[in-house]
């Protein structure tokens, strides 16, 4: 059988927002409770630990410390290697290593968010606990991408010591374009992991292969490794409309402070960032409201304990 919420405290319907407040309906007049931002902000702060503990319980903290450093390497060695060694003359090396790394801080975030449906169902089998509590399971998946963000975030941070004058990489920071992109990142992700969680909590056994193809295609068509300028006209122009696309090539702007390539480039740092921003709340409320019929779907037809063995 299903698992269904509890009835919340004065019939409220709360429409909870990533910030932490909550949008409350009380016999149809909409108005905020103190309280519920609280409770809000309590199962995020909370959903945050658990991700953090998920994280790194498996070794010791400075182990896992070293481990948060080397992780991301794997990710940008290929591009090194490519373009650091058989591709000097192309001058592509700052755009790929770039574009690699923040497809990297996004793609961990949704792929950890859709991934987390299979571990709490099938591996630790508390699901079911989660949308018994009294957070809601959209608060409780996104504070879990944050703590996955924040530490690609910090992976990202300690290679760039290394890699910048190693590399010699252009690096003239805009912190403000840096810190504003960072923060639509974390939505462009949760949106995206929220729609991938919708469907995972349809599915009863993991489907990898489809993930990976997922994966691999945006990787490829955000432009992430090369301009798609290279790409026939019509695949470029699909390009420009992929949701990690402006957000890396923005990130890669106010980090490196130059346009890279001709992908793009007709757009102003502040329009690629308005871009950015209307990705972010687009892709975020389909998310949250993908995620909320998917988990309606899944209580009814009684998917939240089912366990494959998978």
């Known amino acids: 059988m ?5 009835h919340r405290a004065g019939s409220c ?23 519920a931002q609280v409770a809000v902000m309590k199962g995020f702060l909370a959903s945050m630990y658990v991700g953090l503990q998920i994280e790194s319980n498996w070794t010791k903290k400075w182990v896992w410390l070293l481990y948060l450093a080397a992780y991301p390497i794997g990710s940008f060695l290929a591009v090194i290697i490519l373009y650091g060694v058989f591709g000097q003359k192309t001058g592509l090396l700052p755009y ?20 987390s449906v299979h571990d709490d169902r099938e591996h630790y089998q508390t699901l079911k606990y989660i949308f018994l509590s009294s957070t809601s399971y959209r608060t409780y998946l996104c504070g879990r991408a944050a703590t996955r963000y924040l530490i690609a975030l910090a992976g990202i941070a300690i290679n760039l010591c290394w890699l910048v004058p ?52 945006m990787f490829v068509l955000s432009g992430a490794l090369f301009p798609p300028t290279a790409f026939p006209v019509v695949f470029a122009r699909i390009a420009e409309f992929v949701p990690m696309s402006p957000f ?33 709340a687009v892709l975020f409320a389909l998310g949250s409201v993908l995620v909320s019929f998917g988990s309606r779907q899944a209580q009814q037809k009684g998917y939240i304990d089912v366990t494959t063995a998978f």
């Open 2 to 6: 299903g698992v269904t919420h509890p």
């Open 13 to 35: 319907v709360c429409v909870h927002r990533i910030v932490g407040t909550a949008v409350c309906r009380v016999q149809g007049q909409a108005r905020c409770s103190p309280d």
């Open 96 to 115: 790929a290593l770039y574009g690699t790394i923040f497809y990297y801080s996004l793609s961990m975030v949704f792929f950890d968010m859709a991934f």
């Open 166 to 217: 190693v590399l010699r990489l252009p690096f003239h920071p805009n912190w403000g374009y840096l810190i504003a992109g960072a923060v639509l990142g974390y939505l462009v992700a949760a949106g995206l992991g929220l729609a991938m969680a919708s469907v995972f909590l349809l599915t009863i056994k993991l489907d990898v292969d489809v993930v990976d193809a997922l994966f691999g295609g």
């Open 248 to 280: 890396i090539e923005l990130m890669r702007r106010a980090i490196s402070g130059k346009v890279l390539t001709s992908f793009l480039s007709d757009l102003s740092t502040f329009q690629l960032l308005g871009r950015v921003a209307l990705s972010a």
